[in-house]
């Protein structure tokens, strides 16, 4: 293993094979890291924190010349909290902080400037893309992608598979980038589409394969493509 | 490397660089391990089997507080056949078994207590939860999700990026969790949903993008949102 | 680190822990590239690329005895164009061309005989397939599944989490494999459906979800399922 000396670990801590930890990270007590883990530099890791194989904490953001989304400058560091458990294959980006027992499946990629909210889940091979917030104990499914200036409220259930978009002009240009907001106990079924700034209303429940065109409102069910109420 | 000296290995394997395999592995003859594979505890692999980087083999489940399904106290290890060959990236779970010659594509993931038939193949990114069986001679295309508590019968074919279900009421608590019933010869389009519970008759059509949202008839073509009878 | 002697890098590269760099591996000046980092045989990088934690360029195609698709006996080697950006948990097959100034995201996957063109983005855990060409300036963004014998024409718009097929029959043997022809600026909603062997004419716009099972004409918006002219 590959630890640097500026690296901090509290007591009763397990590492693996082939990890490599850069500097300045803190590693609070009693967390268990598996084999071919890279944490990045400045990342801080809570007690009791969990994370499996192959998992890479605090990537630095990254863009090409054709993107429209350029980095910001200066984040803060990636935060974990306490009796976090994230998965294998794990990819989750400086700037973000994700709060006391959160689970985070294999395969998933949170970008920089989310926030995840206390017990909240996220599941295998979600994506979350930037400046996005997750309210306390809500479920992303696996597979979901949930896209960026998204904000989901407390206890919002995704499906597995739902998909949103936030650019109603698809790169041309026009118009800013808005995605939904979801609102507090909405319930949305497997495959579910969303348009761009749609408003999810609260408890509001959206069938599996909905493609949902417009707004939703509180404790409305909506089905078929366009979403229509049932 | 590092090798557990209670794992055994077989005649004429390879391993590539930085490869961790832990204690009680058991390796058959003739397989080719690629750099950075790590092999959990107690894991069989049979003869001839082909496994690429960045793999994950015997993982065990974990959840935290807020999970509905807790993982089970004693499985039996990750038992891969002869022949297999798995791609690089992947996550398979302490507990499931994977027959003779199947194929697993790059960045899969396959949970715990699930069933892989003979000749079977599954697609790159595929996603497969717990407590499920898939029979022999399958295709599960790229990107599928496959939910939990599903049966797959032998020679189904699900295209690209289908997905499913198994909990009608979305974690209100109500209901049992029950995947759909998929039967033999089956042919699902690309992007099709199908909702919890449903049974998909032998020899059956799904068309692309269908939303299945009933029970459909043996050799019984149906498409649309919701899909009905073309 | 273990990099094989007759493989040759350039002037100002970077190098993090555990990387393996196989025989006749060429790297051009001012590579960075990250730890965990895994380059197969042959694989060819040029100035100024950079390359994330756990990536694997220049996977060996396989299959099993089930799969339609054989791998093609002799490929030319995976070649990566100058100041390319490869994101982290990424494979790219033997035998595809990136071209200059490409940016691939995180967990994305592309197989063998793809040509990705000048400046184009392949968002994260995008699949794409075979045999298949990508313009200049293309964004095919998150989760998108590109399948194979597909053509993409430059300053295309793939929304995320599109959906293709190539397969009409649906692996009975009957027909050839023909992926969409997708012509010069069209932008597709995301979570759209294409049905194989489609074309989807220049500048047209596929709404978020649609279903599209026959040729849309240039400039033309489709919306629905299945999907009509708005």
Do not use: W
Not at 157 to 168: A, E, I, Q
């Amino acid at each position: 293993m590959s630890i640097d000396p500026t690296a901090t670990l509290g007591n009763g801590c397990e590492i693996g094979e082939f990890v490599v930890i850069e500097e300045d990270v803190e590693i609070g007590d009693n967390v268990t890291i598996d084999h071919h883990v890279v944490i990045k530099a400045g990342t801080k890791v809570g007690d009791d924190v969990r994370i499996q194989a192959f998992t890479l904490l605090g990537k630095q953001p990254a863009a090409n010349k054709k993107m429209a989304r350029k980095p910001t400058a200066a984040l803060f560091p990636l935060t974990i909290g306490a009796g976090v458990t994230i998965g294998s294959h794990v990819t989750l980006y400086h700037g973000s902080v994700i709060a006391d027992e959160v689970f985070i499946g294999d395969h998933v990629s949170i970008r920089e400037e989310v926030e995840v909210g206390r017990r909240s889940v996220i599941g295998r091979h979600a994506m979350v893309e930037p400046k996005t917030t997750i309210g306390q104990s809500v479920t992303v499914q696996t597979g979901c992608y949930v896209t960026a200036d998204t904000t989901i409220e407390d206890f919002v259930f995704l499906g597995p598979c739902v998909s949103m978009s936030n650019d109603k002009y698809m790169a041309s240009g026009k118009g800013v980038h808005t995605g939904p907001y979801i609102k507090k106990g909405a319930k949305l079924g497997n495959h579910a589409t969303l348009l761009p700034s749609i408003t999810i209303g609260a408890d509001a429940v959206i069938g599996a394969g909905a493609v949902v065109t417009k707004d939703v409102a509180d404790s409305t069910v909506v089905v078929g493509n366009p979403a229509r109420r049932k």
